[in-house]
């Protein structure tokens, strides 16, 4: 009799892998992919600029259109850049296509100067043939530019193919950003490495450069976009967000239109579930935040929230989740965070279940704190966070892709993983096209749309698990 009981009650409810094999069979690879599509379509989407806003209203009409209690949030006010269009061209009529300005730089009308090579620019003084110039450095631009812009010999623009470390930023640019301010004198275009020989080329030939830019630095606020999935309870709620800025202002399919497309794709799946009742009702709310501003927005949000963070259960963030340059793996961040321990242990519980199956993951790990990220919005000083809140909030960030170069790290004690070769010694893959003119769908997710997948999953099914 008891056990025909058990019987009936899991016909009626889902048994848990089953509800967890409805939510990964749903996740849409080509969705997530039409997403960063149009998230990077709309421009780098930077908080407070033009297309941030056409990327929040955009996010909030998908949410809205799945069903989602959704909210636009106006962020406090802080400086944003954004420029509209520039051209450099050399004296032959060549274009320097891989160009880019940096953040910050200050328009200028086309204007046209001689061509001038200064390797080292921070060695450098600026002399009368600086005066009108366009020079040309392979090196940093950043350190050396407030003597350059104050010096009456300063020149019309500066060009620059920093880092200049071929094959890195080979035929695509670094984007950088000048101090966050109006008014210097001297727009910064970066170029491609190859692009850089050109120049250096060109250089001797004694050619003239071309430039112009039009752009804008103004003080406005970033949009945040809220949605929530209502739970049975109330008074407690898992937060799932991404920055939905492109932070270096450049295309940023991956960094992180990749991140706002799971957190998109995660919230369309359980709509989807819960419309066709294949899911109970989760017990608490689900929030998706897609936050203005990278740390801005999520600060601000904390600052909103109040008292009423304390019912804030965990943050899922992810940032990257497009791209591997090296490697195939699925990290979870911050296991060095003793209140992050239930949380990660569902998420390497989930990672360990389905490994290696098909549609899966085979490598995945947690990984100690490096910081950089909304998620240590929410964390103590201690572990790289801002200390925002003293509470003890569970945060981690989910990502297949970190910075710009293959990381070391020691493995935090206890927490060796099945889930990769070495579990002591571990090595966090990076993406090729890290704040770069490279950071196209074509390059990133297109390229490897599995990623966007994998995340969406584990973070569905460990949800499944935590919020029963
Ligand atoms: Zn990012």
């Known amino acids: 009799m008891i056990a025909l009981l058990l019987l009936t009650a899991q016909i009626l409810a889902p048994s848990?892998?089953?509800?967890?094999?409805?939510?990964a069979a749903a996740v849409s690879e080509a969705q997530l992919r039409r997403t960063v599509h149009d998230l990077v379509a709309a421009g780098p989407r930077m908080g407070g600029t033009p297309s941030g806003d056409q990327a929040a209203a955009l996010l909030h009409d998908a949410f809205t259109r799945l069903g989602f209690a959704t909210e636009t949030f106006t962020d406090p006010p802080k400086l944003a850049h954004w420029e509209d269009a520039w051209k450099v061209t050399l004296g032959s009529g060549e274009v320097i296509e891989s160009a880019w300005p940096y953040g910050?730089?200050?328009s200028i009308a086309e204007t046209s100067g001689p061509l001038l090579v200064v390797p080292n620019l921070a060695s450098a003084t600026p002399d009368?043939?600086?005066?009108?110039?366009?020079?040309?450095?392979?090196?940093?631009?950043v350190r050396a530019y407030a003597a350059i812009a104050s010096n009456p010999n300063r020149p019309l623009a500066i060009l620059t193919s920093a880092p200049n470390a071929p094959p890195r930023y080979l035929d695509w640019t670094r984007i950088s950003e000048l101090p966050a301010r109006a008014g210097h004198p001297v727009p910064v275009f970066g170029v491609s490495y190859l692009d850089g020989r050109t120049l250096d080329a060109a250089a001797a030939?004694?050619?003239?450069?071309?430039?112009?830019?039009?752009?804008?630095?103004?003080?406005?606020?970033?949009?945040?976009?809220?949605?929530?999935?209502?739970?049975?309870?109330?008074?407690?709620?898992?937060?799932?967000?991404?920055?939905?800025?492109?932070?270096?202002?450049?295309?940023?399919?991956?960094?992180?239109?990749?991140?706002?497309?799971?957190?998109?794709?995660?919230?369309?799946?359980?709509?989807?579930?819960?419309?066709?009742?294949?899911l109970p009702q989760l017990r608490y709310d689900i929030r998706f935040a897609v936050w203005g501003s990278e740390y801005h927005s999520s600060k601000a949000y904390i600052e909103r929230e109040g008292a009423r963070l304390g019912e804030l259960a965990a943050v899922f963030n992810f940032d990257e989740t497009g791209t591997g340059a090296e490697?195939?793996?699925?990290?979870?961040?911050?296991?060095?965070?003793p209140w992050n321990a239930p949380l990660l242990k569902t998420l390497e519980a989930v990672a360990?279940?389905?490994?290696?199956?098909?549609?899966?993951?085979?490598?995945?790990?947690?990984?100690?704190?490096?910081g950089g990220t909304d998620s240590y919005a929410f964390l103590p000083v201690t572990y790289h966070g801002t200390g925002t809140t003293t509470l003890e909030i569970p945060a981690t960030t989910i990502y297949t892709a970190a910075w710009d170069r293959l990381a070391s790290l020691k493995q935090t004690p206890g927490w060796a993983s099945k889930g990769v070769a070495d579990p002591v010694n571990l090595k966090i893959d990076y993406s090729l096209y890290y704040h770069s003119s490279g950071d196209t769908p074509e390059n990133t997710t297109d390229r490897e749309p599995q990623n966007m997948v994998k995340a969406v999953k584990v973070t569905g099914l460990a949800l499944l698990r935590l919020n029963r």
């Open 16 to 23: 848990q892998p089953a509800a967890e094999q409805a939510f």
């Open 104 to 106: 910050y730089s200050a």
């Open 128 to 141: 009368a043939a600086w005066k009108g110039a366009v020079i040309y450095t392979p090196g940093d631009v």
């Open 205 to 278: 030939l004694k050619t003239t450069v071309r430039v112009s830019l039009t752009s804008h630095v103004d003080e406005r606020p970033p949009k945040t976009v809220v949605a929530t999935l209502p739970g049975r309870e109330r008074g407690r709620y898992y937060l799932v967000c991404a920055h939905g800025d492109s932070d270096a202002g450049g295309p940023g399919a991956d960094d992180n239109a990749s991140g706002v497309a799971t957190v998109l794709e995660i919230a369309r799946v359980f709509a989807e579930l819960r419309r066709t009742n294949v």
């Open 327 to 337: 490697r195939e793996a699925l990290y979870f961040e911050s296991n060095d965070v």
């Open 352 to 370: 360990a279940d389905y490994a290696g199956q098909p549609g899966f993951w085979t490598e995945y790990t947690t990984n100690p704190s490096q």
